[in-house]
C-alpha cells in the first residue's frame, strides 16, 4: 500500500470498536429521536418500557424491553421521561447503583421546582451518577441530522467519568458537549429552552418604543399639520411615506447604539484608570445586546431598501411628476438641470448604497458560521473600523438627504425640527466623542490600560 492510502486509514474512524449498550427509558418522541441517532452512530440500543411490545414506531435495530432487564444492560441510562414520572426508579434503584442516569427533562416554567430535575432524580436514586445532558436538544435536530439546528449540547454532573463518558457519547453523535460544572448548573441548563429570546428582549422593546415616537412624531408633523393649516389631506402617507421615514431613521439610531456603549466603556476605563472594576450593571446588558441591536438596525435599513424601490410605482409620485410635466408643457417653459441638486442627489444616493453594503456586510461577518472561519483580529476589523465607517457613511447619507431643510423655516412644523434632525442626534455624538478618542493623548493611556496597565494600582509589589 503506498503512502496515500495509509494515511486515509489513519483519518479514518475506528469502526471495528464496538460501542456499549445504551438504554432508554421512555419511548416518546425524543427518546425514540434519540435512539434512532445512537444506532445510527453504532451505538446498540435497548428501550426499558411498562410494554414490552413492540412497536412500528420503535428503530427496527432497538430492543424493547422491561425496565430492569433493560438497566441491567447498559452502563448508560438516558432517562427520556418527565419529572413526575420518576417515582418508578425507586424499586429499580439496587440494578440502577454505580449506573450512569442522563437527565434530559425539561420543565413548563422557569425554575419551576425548588431543585433542578437532575438534583431530584440523584435524591431518588442516590447511588447512581446523574448526569444533565440533551435537554437542549429536540427531536427534530436530531431526525433532521443537526445540520439545520444548534450542535451545542450542555452536559453537567458530579462524577467527572461519568460526564466524559456522555460526553463521549455526545460527540459520537456529531454534536459539541460544553462542561457547565457540577450537578448545581443543571437549574440554569433547565431553564436555557425556556427562556425566550432573552438577548433580544431589550433590542425588540427599544425599537418599538422608538418605532411608537417616531410614527406619532411624523404623523403630527406630515398629516395632522398639513390638514389643520391647508386642509389636506395626506393621511395616504402612513402607508409608505412614514413607514419609509421611521425605517432609516431607526437603522441609523439602532447602529449607533450598536457603539455608543464602547465609547461610554472607554470614558469609564479612562476616568478609572483601570480595567479591573466592573462596569455598572445596565453597561455591561447594553454591550451583551449589541449584535441583537445590530441585527435588528440591518433589518429596518433592509426595509427602507426595500420601501424605497416601491416610489416610483406611487400613485401620488407620478401623479406629482405628470403635474409638473402638464405644468411645463403649458407654460413652453423647461425647468434646466440644476447640477447642485444633481450633486447631491446622486452623493445621497451613492452614501446609501455603500453604507447599505457595509451594514450587510457587518451581518452576515455577525453570524456563527462566519464569524467562526476569521480570527479575533479579522473580526475586530470589521466590526469596529468597517462597522465605524458604516455608521459614518450612513450618517452621511441622512445628512445630505435631510440637510437642505435644516435652515429653512417651513421645515419646523409647530416649532417640531424633522425627524431626520432628531435621527442625526445619537449618531454624531458618537463619531464626535470617537474622534476625540482617537488622540494620541487619550489613545496610548487608554491602550495602556486595556493592556493591564493602572494609574492607582491597589496592591504594588
Known amino acids: 500500500m503506498n503512502k496515500n492510502s495509509s494515511n486515509i486509514m489513519a483519518l479514518a474512524p475506528n469502526t471495528s470498536k464496538k460501542r456499549e449498550t445504551v438504554c432508554i427509558f421512555g419511548t416518546g418522541d425524543f427518546g425514540r429521536a434519540l435512539g434512532h441517532k445512537l444506532i445510527q452512530s453504532g451505538y446498540p440500543v435497548v428501550f426499558g418500557s411498562r410494554s414490552t411490545q413492540t412497536s412500528s414506531l420503535i428503530p427496527k435495530d432497538a430492543e424493547v424491553l422491561s425496565h430492569a432487564e433493560a438497566a441491567q444492560k447498559a452502563a448508560i441510562i438516558i432517562i427520556a421521561i418527565q419529572r413526575q414520572h420518576y417515582n418508578f426508579l425507586t424499586p429499580l434503584a439496587e440494578i440502577l ?30 447511588g447512581a451518577k446523574v448526569v444533565k445532558a440533551f435537554n437542549t436538544v429536540s427531536a427534530w435536530a436530531l431526525q433532521s441530522g443537526t445540520l439545520d439546528a444548534s450542535r451545542q449540547v450542555f452536559v453537567c454532573g458530579d462524577d467527572m467519568e461519568a460526564k466524559q463518558m456522555v460526553m463521549d457519547t455526545v460527540r459520537a453523535l456529531g454534536l459539541t458537549p460544553l462542561d457547565q460544572g457540577s450537578l448545581l448548573a443543571a437549574q440554569e441548563i433547565e431553564n436555557y429552552p425556556l427562556q425566550l429570546f432573552p438577548m433580544w428582549k431589550f433590542p425588540m422593546l427599544l425599537s418599538l418604543g422608538l418605532i411608537a415616537f417616531f410614527f406619532f412624531y411624523c404623523l403630527i408633523r406630515d398629516v395632522i399639520y398639513p390638514y389643520v393649516y391647508e ?231
Open 231 to 461: 386642509n389636506k389631506d395626506y393621511s395616504f402617507f402612513i402607508a409608505i411615506s412614514i413607514t419609509n421615514r421611521i425605517c432609516p431613521i431607526l437603522a441609523l439610531i439602532l447602529l449607533a447604539l450598536v457603539y455608543l456603549p464602547g465609547v461610554f466603556a472607554a470614558i469609564i476605563q479612562l476616568y478609572r484608570g483601570t480595567k479591573y472594576r466592573r462596569f455598572p450593571d445596565w453597561l455591561d446588558k447594553w454591550m451583551l445586546c449589541r449584535k441583537q441591536l445590530g441585527l435588528v438596525a440591518l433589518a429596518f435599513a433592509s426595509l427602507h431598501v426595500l420601501y424605497t424601490l416601491v416610489i416610483p410605482i406611487r400613485s401620488f409620485v407620478r401623479w406629482r411628476i405628470s403635474s409638473q410635466i402638464v405644468s411645463q408643457a403649458l407654460n413652453n417653459k423647461t425647468e434646466p438641470l440644476d447640477t447642485t441638486n444633481a450633486w447631491l442627489s446622486d452623493s445621497y444616493l451613492a452614501l446609501g448604497i455603500l453604507g447599505f453594503f457595509l451594514f450587510v456586510l457587518l451581518g452576515i461577518t455577525s453570524l456563527p458560521s462566519v464569524s467562526n472561519n476569521v480570527n479575533w483580529r479579522e473580526f475586530r476589523f470589521v466590526q469596529s473600523k468597517l462597522g465605524y465607517l458604516t455608521l459614518v457613511l450612513c450618517t452621511a447619507h441622512t445628512m445630505v438627504y435631510g440637510g437642505k431643510w435644516f435652515l429653512s423655516p417651513s421645515s419646523y412644523r409647530w416649532y417640531l425640527p424633522s425627524a431626520y434632525m432628531l435621527s442625526l442626534i445619537i449618531p454624531c455624538t458618537v463619531l464626535v466623542v470617537k474622534f476625540v478618542l482617537i488622540f494620541p493623548c487619550l489613545d496610548k493611556p487608554l491602550t495602556r490600560i486595556r493592556q493591564g496597565w493602572e494609574r492607582n494600582p491597589q496592591y504594588s509589589e
Open 97 to 126: 447503583h454505580g449506573k450512569v442516569l442522563v437527565d434530559i427533562s425539561n420543565n413548563l416554567k422557569i425554575n419551576q421546582y425548588p431543585e433542578s430535575n437532575a438534583e431530584y432524580l440523584a435524591q431518588l436514586v442516590p
